[in-house]
């Protein structure tokens, strides 16, 4: 594999010929998500962005004072992570298309993704950056990437899709025809939306359904209410089993699995905050004990796929645990102006999402050379 040494004077890149290792070469046995954040080694020539980069929601632009939360890096037990190399991803995907499928936090692993391709080559863009559809094409190497918002995965009433939802009636057995119309076309379908909507908070809430059976002429849908006592675990695993099951495509298909969140001191809108300390916190008390969800979550990933699913999971759980330093907080570039909520759930770019995007190049370069 060639490597590449880049500088870009908007935004910094470096590529160290060293220490770049093939995604090819990481090896099917080898567990990437296996392993522990360790103080990043100067040597090895690991490469990012700042918040020049143009694909950035400023409120996950979070270089600035503090950098401490980049002075780290994931080591697997077993192996070396590859490096995110662009070139290398556009050539994997060269005269094909990738969707990311998901919530907010799917978002925010596609603009990182945008931001490290842009070392390799400047996208087309169809859509503003906080639209629910945006496709950015690469015309060298043929590569087309796609958003598409859909936070559920399955059909909701009223669709739309904001911070503050409202109540909402999820259809559990119907896959959302914003995605579903069109996954056939995509040669990977990654379903970045880990089932954080379904948690619901004490300010909305959601009642969780499935219909019955349609009526096309008289324009009706028969809908059976699920009892209150079904937990959000049960309403989750359904909804997930109906986006496996409506599946028609040959694509490659990866899932993430949940996204932890570190709020201490209430939630997200009473009072919660994620302090900024210098170093990754101990595994449990940044992990179970701070995000209760994780647990069940768990669980419900792994019924949905397991040793004989045709998914791949990528397993971004772990490895976010100890990152409660790595959240905007306060200080993204909005909550620093304002008196807004901290933002504890997604994640400062460049930061943790990076490291996602070198999981999904290792397992889209896996499954890509599986014999037809």
């Known amino acids: 594999m060639t490597a590449h040494l880049v500088l870009n004077f908007g935004a910094f890149w470096f590529?160290?010929?060293?220490?770049?290792?093939?995604?090819e070469d990481v090896s099917r046995q080898c567990d990437i998500y296996n392993g522990n954040w360790t103080p990043l080694r100067r040597e090895s020539g690991v490469y990012h962005y700042d918040n020049s980069c143009p694909f950035i929601d400023q409120r996950q632009a979070c270089i600035g004072k503090d950098t401490s939360f980049l002075e780290w890096e994931w080591q697997p037990n077993d192996c070396n992570l590859p490096l995110f190399d662009p070139w290398w991803f556009l050539d994997l995907l060269r005269n094909r298309s990738i969707a990311f499928i998901g919530d907010s936090l799917g978002r925010n692993q596609f603009e990182s993704l945008s931001c490290l391709l842009?070392?390799?080559?400047?996208?087309?863009?169809?859509?503003?950056?906080?639209d629910l559809v945006v496709t950015r094409r690469y015309p060298a190497h043929n590569v087309t990437t796609v958003l598409i918002l859909?936070?559920?995965?399955?059909?909701h009433t009223p669709h739309t899709y904001s911070t503050h939802m409202g109540h909402k009636t999820v259809h559990l057995d119907i896959p959302d025809p914003d995605w579903h119309f069109q996954h056939r076309s995509f040669d990977v379908v990654y379903f970045a939306s880990s089932g954080r909507w379904f948690l619901g908070s004490p300010k909305y809430a959601m009642k969780y359904t499935?219909?019955?059976?349609?009526?096309?002429?008289?324009?009706k849908v028969e809908v059976a209410f699920l009892p209150d006592a079904n937990t959000p675990w049960y309403a989750m695993s359904r909804a997930f089993r109906t986006v496996k099951r409506s599946l028609k495509s040959q694509?490659?298909?990866?899932w993430k699995t949940y996204s932890p969140s570190h709020y201490t001191g209430g939630a997200w809108d009473s009072g919660g905050h994620c302090h900024r300390n210098r170093y990754p916190n101990n595994l449990t008390a940044a992990g179970v004990d701070l995000d209760p969800n994780v647990e069940p979550l768990e669980e419900v990933f792994g019924?949905?796929?397991?040793?004989?699913s045709l998914v791949t999971k990528?397993?971004?759980?772990?490895?976010?645990?100890?990152r409660n330093d790595a959240h905007p907080g306060d200080l993204n570039n909005i909550a620093r102006k304002s008196s807004s909520a901290q933002d504890c759930v997604h994640w400062c770019l460049p930061g943790i999402?990076?490291?996602?995007?070198?999981?999904?190049?290792v397992e889209i370069g896996r499954r890509l050379r599986e014999p037809a």
């Open 210 to 219: 499935y219909s019955r059976y349609r009526q096309p002429s008289a324009g």
């Open 15 to 23: 590529l160290n010929a060293a220490v770049v290792y093939a995604a």
């Open 353 to 361: 999402p990076d490291v996602w995007n070198r999981f999904l190049l």
């Open 251 to 254: 694509a490659v298909v990866l």
């Open 118 to 130: 842009a070392a390799a080559e400047q996208p087309q863009q169809t859509g503003a950056n906080d």
């Open 303 to 308: 019924s949905l796929i397991n040793e004989r």
């Open 314 to 322: 990528l397993n971004v759980t772990h490895m976010a645990m100890p």
């Open 150 to 155: 859909s936070p559920f995965l399955v059909e």
